[in-house]
């Protein structure tokens, strides 16, 4: 149908409350090392690239059958260029990049080993008999990463698994949809705990992963020892509670903050001056309206005032459906410059409003964003620091 997109996230800040230990200095919250790289990084890509490039989303109306989006075959990429991907990366600053290993459909990127509890290995996913992509496209994507020399991490969906027949955490009750798979609340449990072995364990150390949509409670003990084990300094978007450096939403998808942004508190939003806890904030933006995440033909962009900088959606519409998307990414020849008015516009606002010249070592003006920040010990912003992403956008061209 059309093409995988790229949301591209900007930096802010998060902590952790609970039973894992807070890092102060002088009685005043900081952030981990993990949580550090992970705001001076600022530019991240959060790319929406899986079976709902082709489908949007599955459906009890879309999953049955050869052409439905239960069959493996349909994730069909054409042309998939991740050389493409890292000139385009490179070109608007990407300091690291996540990709959808897992979304809500159920297919995988990777060639898993996990087994269903018939004894049968994960049938959804690329790299078997019926696949069309044969290749670990986790692993191409993490090798493009590191050979322009960027960070990388996973989005798995903990939320929902149509093909397990799960949604919102839990099994659902009725009949099953041909193509879905018997399983009980704690088999499922299993298998997702399989799936994020393999991905935490197998491909390198990650810079972020995310909980969109969180963890229940009772997954939350072996979340918090398997992250302590594979990935104990990556960031962990929607991960308070179980790792150490979690990062917290700021409750818009617009890119449009209500300032001031804090890097302290435990709750979605603007977070708290005057709490114990770091927890570094973000802000993701789609480029399209109607919160699609992933490319859908004939939705308008939005303003550019909304999107506040972006990357331009470029691609050939198609007539009729075609074999796959062909993914190569494109950006605007005007980025440079909307950044740089971002940037110029961020710096005045924020940096006078924490009591911080923007003309002194943050650079104000600078192309790159608010810099600075979050530990040195002269800072005045050192309890709660003043960060937030901006929301970059780009896309997959088809054609």
């Known amino acids: 149908m059309s093409l995988a997109t790229v949301g591209l996230l900007l930096a802010a800040g998060l902590s952790l409350a609970g039973a894992l230990p807070l890092v102060q200095s002088q009685g005043l919250p900081l952030p981990t090392p993990g949580q550090l790289r992970y705001e001076t990084n600022e530019i991240a890509a959060l790319i929406h690239f899986n079976m709902q490039t082709f489908f949007h989303s599955c459906t009890k109306d879309n999953w ?23 000139v385009s990366f490179k070109a608007m600053g990407v300091k690291h990049a996540i990709l959808t290993a897992k979304h809500d459909c159920g297919h995988l990127l990777w060639p898993s080993k996990v087994q269903l509890p018939n004894g049968t290995v994960y049938p959804y996913a690329v790299g078997r008999e019926n696949s069309y992509v044969k290749q670990d496209v986790v692993a191409e994507f993490v090798a493009m990463c590191d050979s322009i020399g960027i960070g990388h991490g996973f989005y798995y969906s903990l939320t929902n698994n149509f093909f397990l027949n799960v949604r919102n955490h839990q099994l659902q009750p009725g009949p099953l949809l041909p193509g879905q798979v018997n399983v009980s609340q704690s088999e499922f449990e299993a298998i997702a705990m399989g799936h994020l072995t393999e991905l935490w364990g197998n491909y390198g150390n990650l810079t972020e992963i995310w909980f969109d949509g969180g963890y229940t409670t009772d997954m939350a003990a072996e979340l918090t020892a398997l992250l302590l084990k594979l990935q104990p300094d990556a960031a962990a978007f929607g991960g308070l509670g179980v790792s150490p450096n979690p990062v917290r939403w700021i409750g818009t998808e617009f890119g449009n903050d209500a300032a001031p942004i804090w890097s302290t508190g435990t709750a979605e939003g603007n977070g708290d001056p005057d709490s114990p806890v770091w927890n570094s904030a973000a802000c993701d933006t789609t480029l399209q309206r109607a919160d699609r995440w992933f490319y859908f033909p004939g939705v308008p962009l939005h303003r550019r005032q909304q999107r506040r900088a972006g990357a331009g959606l470029c691609h050939r519409s198609h007539r009729q459906r075609p074999p796959g998307p062909r993914p190569r990414l494109c950006w605007f ?62 896309a997959v061209q088809q054609g």
């Open 333 to 394: 020849r005007r980025l440079d410059s909307l950044l740089l008015r971002f940037s110029r516009r961020f710096d005045q606002r924020q940096w006078h409003a924490a009591g911080v010249d923007p003309a002194g070592p943050h650079q104000a003006g600078s192309h790159h964003g608010p810099r600075g920040a979050v530990a040195r010990p002269a800072d005045p912003c050192l309890h709660g620091q003043l960060r937030q992403r901006l929301g970059l956008l780009a």
């Open 64 to 86: 049955v059958g050869l052409h439905g989006s239960s069959n493996p075959a349909n994730f069909a990429p054409t042309n998939l260029n991740f050389s493409n991907w890292a």
